[in-house]
């Protein structure tokens, strides 16, 4: 392990996990948000559903472990609710079979840590006519619906109500969006980076409006090494040296920048003002 410790947050479920780094996907956006604050760790795995999923839980949340998360994001369900196959074949699962498997891998991830926090993603919608275009001359027939997206968006967080566990129903969330069908996609199913900006906006609604000790938002977790140095770059005056650390370089960064203030070795504050809005 490479040290000092950090918070770990884990992303954890299928490929909208697998490729959250891709097309400034929101796994990307996290990383960005909480470089020298936390470190994301990303298990994603494309094509799998709830059940392959149980079958290595254990694997990748051993109980024996010796540091355990403190945020685990889970995303299972998409892959769940496709149609099933006359074969028997493919990632179907019967939607209360379905629900059984979230509510065993919500009640592992518990067991790991009384201070682990969990929040589960309900399924996006689809962009169905996107989807066969995409994937028709790969699969066999892909009866993916956002009618089924739905069913299985809605029990999953009904689940999560029940389990007093946080969910984002990302099916509302995108729809939210008038041209959501069009830009929120790269083949009907996976995030594109306006898709994934809606994610990491939910995602930080639910970290700045929970309750949770300590907060695991972004803005209130303190950088690494922040203290001053005689090596950081020199001020105006010539005299002292400014420490950046807690800096936003990207200033077109489309998410709520934090108030960031620096203290020089002389004594004197340099203020970051917050400027930047997600756009509406």
């Not at 998360?69 to 699962?93: C, E, M, R």
Request: include cysteine; aromatic fraction near 10%; proline fraction near 5%.
């Amino acid at each position: 392990m490479v040290g000092p410790r950090r918070p770990q947050i884990v992303l954890f479920g299928s490929s909208i996990v697998q490729l959250s780094y891709s097309d400034e996907g929101w796994g990307a956006i996290l990383t960005n948000l909480y470089s020298r604050k936390a470190d994301i760790i990303l298990r994603g795995y494309s094509g799998w559903n709830s059940r392959r999923a149980l079958q290595v839980l254990d694997t990748i949340f051993p109980k024996n472990a010796d540091e355990q998360p403190s945020l685990v994001i889970v995303y299972f369900g998409g892959n769940d609710s496709i149609h099933p196959h006359t074969s028997g074949l493919g990632p179907h699962v019967p939607l209360e079979e379905y629900i059984e498997n979230m509510r065993k891998i919500i009640l592992h991830l518990k067991s790991l840590s009384k201070k682990i926090r969990i929040i589960l993603l309900g399924s996006p919608p689809v962009n169905e006519a996107q989807i066969q275009e995409a994937f028709s001359n790969v699969f066999g027939p892909l009866k993916r619906t956002n009618e089924t997206c739905r069913l299985y968006s809605e029990a999953c967080l009904k689940l999560c109500h029940e389990m007093n566990v946080e969910a984002i129903d990302l099916w509302s969330a995108l729809q939210q969006r008038v041209d959501w069908s069009d830009v929120c996609f790269t083949d009907g199913i996976h995030l594109s980076g306006e898709g994934s900006k809606i994610v990491v906006k939910e995602i930080l609604k639910v970290l700045e409006e929970s309750d949770w000790e300590p907060n695991l938002h972004w803005k209130s977790m303190p950088n690494e090494f922040a203290e001053d140095s005689p090596y950081d770059p020199v001020a105006m005056d010539e005299k002292s040296t400014v420490n950046i650390s807690n800096w936003s370089f990207q200033k077109f960064f489309e998410w709520e920048r934090a108030l960031c203030i620096s203290k020089p070795s002389n004594g004197h504050q340099f203020e970051e003002s917050a400027v930047t809005k997600q756009h509406q």
